[in-house]
């Protein structure tokens, strides 16, 4: 069989003589069509364009940026011990992980790059995982408050983050006064709460310096208790008046504490510490004595009439 096909191109024609050009015309025609029905989707008897842009993981939703909720999302610290606020992701792909301050709305950390001047704040992740770590150094109590992990979609995904700054606290028993008898022992306690690690040292100061327990005058020592609350205590045997003034005790990361030590030569310690409230006695009872005298002779006075 001999068919004879005519086209027109670039200009003149030509003829397929023959089966084999017949057959790769129809070939080129197939292709043809089978290109322009990749346009078209067929759900049974209906059918949907397809978008311009092929399918990406973008467009799966189960393959979508996610939050791991596993991560700790309530983080207690101690003043000026690091901290660190851990966003899982899951499917980042190529969209970026943000830090904000929610308080304030300032940006501290996009991808990997710090965004704010206080170079205490720092992202940290590490390749092949899904991590996002803000690191906070020498955190202060001003830094407890909200924070947020912010994901680029639109909108915006985000997940919020709770620091809080805790400051231990030093006390002394028997503050803000003691007073102490002349050749006695003072026996100064220091208790440091609301601390999440022992305490590395606890320092004694008497009168701005710290005490050399190793000094010419002997007889004062220190022992110190590392536990959930340290406790720091300070002895001095044979109390002098020299020994009287201001007694701070400053712990490795709590607040200070001080208290006033009075040593009293002769007299009781009793009596000077309650001085105030005898003499407020004494006063009332020569009030009442008064009155009494008073009416008295106004009673007599009236007799005689």
Not at 50 to 58: E, L, S, Y
Not at 66 to 72: A, G, L, V
Not at 99 to 112: A, C, M, N, P, S
Not at 204 to 216: A, L, T
């Amino acid at each position: 069989m001999r068919v004879s096909i005519r086209k027109k191109r670039f200009g003149f024609d030509f003829v397929v003589t023959n089966a084999f050009s017949f057959g790769l015309l129809l070939l080129v025609t197939s292709v043809s069509c089978q290109d322009k029905s990749r346009h078209v989707r067929s759900f049974g008897k209906s059918k949907e364009e397809v978008p311009a842009r092929p399918n990406t993981i973008w467009d799966d939703i189960h393959l979508q940026p996610q939050f791991d909720n596993s991560s700790t999302r309530n983080v207690t610290t101690q003043l000026s011990k690091t901290a660190f606020l851990n966003c899982r992701v899951r499917n980042l792909g190529e969209r970026l992980v943000s830090w904000i301050r929610y308080h304030d709305l300032h940006v501290l950390t996009v991808g990997r790059y710090t965004y704010t001047t206080d170079q205490r704040f720092q992202a940290i992740h590490n390749d092949n995982t899904d991590d996002w770590t803000l690191q906070i150094k020498y955190p202060l109590k001003r830094d407890s408050g909200v924070y947020e992990c912010q994901i680029s979609t639109e909108p915006k995904m985000s997940m919020l983050y709770y620091l809080s700054v805790i400051v231990a606290t030093a006390t002394i028993r028997g503050a803000p006064e003691m007073y102490m008898k002349s050749g006695s022992t003072i026996k100064l306690t220091c208790d440091v709460t609301h601390s999440q690690q022992p305490q590395a040292y606890v320092f004694w100061h008497h009168n701005g310096k710290v005490i050399n327990y190793d000094s010419p005058r002997g007889g004062i020592s220190v022992e110190t208790t590392r536990a959930d609350v340290s406790t720091s205590r300070l002895l001095i045997t044979n109390a002098r008046m020299s020994d009287s003034g201001n007694y701070t005790c400053e712990p490795s990361n709590a607040d200070k504490a001080s208290i006033i030590v009075h040593v009293l030569n002769g007299e009781k310690p009793g009596a000077l510490q309650h001085g105030d409230q005898n003499s407020s006695s004494h006063t009332s009872s020569d009030t009442v004595l008064l009155l009494t005298v008073v009416l008295m002779l106004s009673l007599g006075s009236l007799l005689v009439r």
